[in-house]
């Protein structure tokens, strides 16, 4: 399939979506992310990822069919026009403003103000609560989500609930309760500043239960730059109890880290059986029906090949797989475009023969002459 007519047929999509689509996708987000805000409540007792198999037991919604981590296969995401940009507010902090940056045994969570708020791109208002990471260990990566199969070093959370409940706890029970921030973490030529900020801290919270006041700083630097480009679906904590109310947006363009700044995130910290806390992280879930949608259209993205690393992007270096729906929607544009040239040939050739018919009598009846030479001579 050439790519003139695939760009072709794309815009055409793009016009015809435009022209025709309503608001199919209002219920976006998956969500997840486990708030482990640290406290732990009652039930909130004992779990571990070593039995993550049997988390249905204790918290039946983890046996659910709307749980996260899920991988996204590009191809098959959806792109919606309707997805705007996030917006971010209130993520910059003073140094003045600590916050509590813990070890709760399962990850490293940074306590967050109320101050900080999505104001765009989901359809209602998200307040902070929390973020904390999951990592793999110094021989293996350890993100929740995959793209195209591919698992990244480490990934972010960034978890709110949404204004109109009271609290983190209301909004995690209901099922527009809240919102997760998701980044992919990848290994990179130099120091990330931001990170840096959470990363110097490790070492003074290396057993569970320990926590430490930390300088406040912009922490939307802990987010990509772009944050027009993410994917969207409807999941769950990905920690026990999983509830299943969380629209998760997970950003296509990942964040660099520096190889040393890896290396302290997954050899700091221990969990509760004093063992290092590594690879906390649960098994990709299945999908069950549920739809990706995608704020960019994934098959135009990858026909431009960028470098990979120009941008970071969660696309590239993953451009290899075979057959994308745009190449579906190529084909079909290419055999209606086919038909309808056909159709308009036919047209064309029945009504020049009819003229022909009618024209002949009068051809006929042309007169030709020739030029006639004079023969002066
Ligand atoms: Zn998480």
């Known amino acids: 399939m050439s790519r003139a007519v695939l760009r072709v047929s794309l815009l055409l999509l793009a016009a015809l979506g435009r022209a025709g689509a309503g608001s199919e996708h209002d219920q976006e987000h998956g969500g997840e992310d486990p708030p482990p805000s640290g406290e732990k409540g009652p039930g ?3 779990w571990s990822y070593e039995e993550r198999e049997h988390w249905g037991v204790d918290y039946p919604d983890c046996a659910g069919t709307v749980q996260s981590p899920i991988n996204i296969d590009m191809a098959k995401t959806i792109f919606s026009p309707h997805l705007r940009p996030i917006q971010l507010s209130g993520y910059s902090l003073p140094a003045n403003e600590k916050l509590k940056l813990k070890n709760n045994g399962h990850t490293v969570v940074l306590n967050l103000p109320e101050s900080l708020a999505i104001t765009g791109g989901y359809a209602q208002q998200y307040r902070a609560t929390q973020l904390h990471l999951h990592w793999g260990s110094p021989s293996g990566p350890g993100s929740e989500h995959t793209i195209n ?11 709110h609930y949404n204004t109109k409940y009271d609290s983190f706890k209301e909004a995690m029970v209901h099922p527009d309760g809240l919102a997760v921030l998701g980044a992919f973490l990848e290994v990179g030529p130099r120091e990330n500043p931001y990170y840096q900020e959470i990363i110097k801290h490790l070492y003074e919270i290396q057993g569970e239960g320990e926590e430490v006041l930390v300088p406040g700083f912009n922490i939307a630097g802990l987010l990509p730059a772009n944050l027009k480009l993410y994917f969207h679906y409807n999941g769950s904590l990905t920690t026990p109890p999983c509830y299943q109310t969380v629209k998760w947006t997970l950003f296509n363009q990942t964040m660099l880290l520096s190889h040393d700044q890896m290396s302290v995130l997954a050899m700091s910290l221990r969990n509760d059986d004093n ?11 299945g999908l069950h029906g549920r739809r990706v949608l995608a704020s960019f259209q994934t098959s135009l993205l990858l026909e431009k090949e960028m470098p990979p690393g120009a941008d970071g992007s969660a696309a590239t270096g993953h451009a290899s797989s075979s057959f994308h729906a745009g190449d579906v929607l190529a084909v079909l544009f290419g055999v209606l475009f086919a ?21 002949s009598p009068t051809k006929s009846k042309v007169i030709y002459t020739a030029a006639t030479t004079e023969n002066t001579a």
Request: hydrophobic share 40%.
């Open 44 to 46: 909130h007792s004992h």
């Open 149 to 159: 199969g591919h698992r990244f070093a480490a990934e972010i959370h960034v978890v």
């Open 275 to 285: 063992k290092p806390l590594q690879n906390n992280y649960r098994p990709v879930q």
């Open 339 to 359: 038909i309808t040239a056909l159709a308009f040939l036919l047209y064309i050739y029945k009504h020049r023969s009819q003229n022909a018919r009618l024209d």
